[in-house]
């Protein structure tokens, strides 16, 4: 019986990941990490939502909200304002400091509590933000630590499906799959409508406008759903 951990923040890359691991698993766990970031509620609200479609095996909601106290990210210290999308290739103050490793290492515990033999992220390196937490070689380098700094029978498999994709095919695998894009958030700055303008949200709308479909979600901006728009 093959047992999957995903790690869900409620964006439309996990969302998607959750997907392929429904497919791929028997059974699916969820985890959700509240981080202090801004839009805590509104990704927890999401989160809820795709548990509901899904109906994992188990749910674990965890906290790290250090993570805020330690700062360095706009999405956390509220001395800090978030950005508009830049096309510049630099890493934008959005990164929260070795987030993902953080949230790598619950996963990793509750794995090896339940027996659990693969840990599903939905990180993106080719067409995203350029989070160096995000790169394939990190997760590569991950699973090996996690091999070293478990019990000799525990077997961990790090498993990044969509890292190379880009985020249009990731908006048309998650239709394939049925996934409810409507009920996931990238939105960095709002709880209600999409500001449609920070990092995330540029992203979200390039991937459905050269997916050639309409995001269901809002915006607070006039958006033109075609390839050609941006």
Not at 19 to 30: L, T
């Amino acid at each position: 019986m093959t047992q999957g951990i995903v790690l869900v923040s409620g964006g439309m890359d996990s969302l998607v990941t959750a997907a392929i691991a429904q497919n791929e698993c028997d059974a699916v766990y969820y985890l959700h990490v509240n981080y202090g970031q801004k839009t805590q509620a509104r990704e927890l609200m999401a989160f809820e939502g795709i548990c509901d479609h899904y109906h994992p095996a188990d749910v674990l909601e965890a906290d790290v909200t250090y993570l805020a106290k330690i700062g360095g990210s706009s999405l956390t210290d509220s001395a800090l304002t978030i950005d508009d999308h830049s096309d510049k290739e630099e890493v934008p103050n959005t990164y929260v400091p070795f987030r993902n490793a953080h949230l790598i290492a619950i996963a990793t515990s509750w794995a090896e509590v339940i027996g659990a033999q693969r840990i599903y992220i939905g990180a993106v390196e080719e067409d995203s933000s350029g989070y160096p937490d995000c790169r394939e070689r990190f997760y590569t380098a991950l699973e090996r630590a996690i091999d070293e700094g478990t019990k000799d029978e525990t077997k961990i498999q790090l498993c990044t499906p969509i890292i190379h994709k880009s985020k249009a095919e990731i908006v048309k695998l998650g239709m394939q799959l049925g996934a409810p894009l409507e009920l996931s958030w990238s939105c960095y700055r709002n709880d209600d409508v999409a500001c449609g303008t920070c990092d995330s949200c540029i992203l979200r709308i390039r991937a459905f406008q050269n997916a050639g479909v309409k995001d269901p979600i809002p915006y607070a901006i006039e958006v033109k759903w075609d390839a050609d728009s941006m």
